[in-house]
């Protein structure tokens, strides 16, 4: 079977794309699949779009950067509520991935962690597990910020499974950081596993508030 690929794209962003089938050994069946997707379209769906490699010297991470920081947390029923704000310090815009907006309209970002350090290593004690490539993103532009929140939350026991994950750390027992991986393109954001250099940005470490912890077995 021999196969041939061609796309084209209007003046107004619309992209036409068809792909031929030959069969061999004859080479006298054909099969023809042809796509047209309008520019409003694609704001969607820009996944589906050919993109070239980019040059090596614009993937500096220099370029790509984000300042995390919590600015509060307030108590919940079984955990906490640590709200953030994340900031494009760089000189590029970034893609965040994200899943809307909570009810109060702050972000609700799906590549957004609320983490605890244990045995010297930090861990996710939030309450969701990624288990699908992001259909919807956020563009941070340069200077641009995000506000929204993420739930820290306890589970009874250590090794909790939810969905495709699981949560090593089970009690909230100090303090929490917020941790954030972002893009350069959309290309990344829908082939999340082959990024060769990932990027990601963590704020400090904040306490929470002592009256709602977990107290420590020891």
Known sequence: M???????STKSGDVVAYKF???APDLNMLKVQARFCSAPQLEHIYHHVYYPQQNAANLSKRLYR???NITKIEPVENGFRVHFRLENTGDEQVYIASLG?????SHHLQSIGVEQEENGKWGSVGNECVEHVPGYWEILKPRDVIDG???AVSFP???HRFGMCTRRIAGLKGPVRVSVGYFRDIC???NV???KNPLGASSNSVELPSSRLQPSPD
């Open 2 to 8: 021999h196969t041939r690929e061609a796309q084209w």
């Open 21 to 23: 089938w030959y069969f």
């Open 193 to 195: 596993f082959e990024v």
């Open 157 to 159: 026991e250590p090794n």
């Open 66 to 68: 984000v300042s995390a």
């Open 149 to 151: 929140w993420i739930l």
């Open 101 to 105: 907006k909570w009810r109060d309209g």
């Open 188 to 190: 990344e954001i829908q």
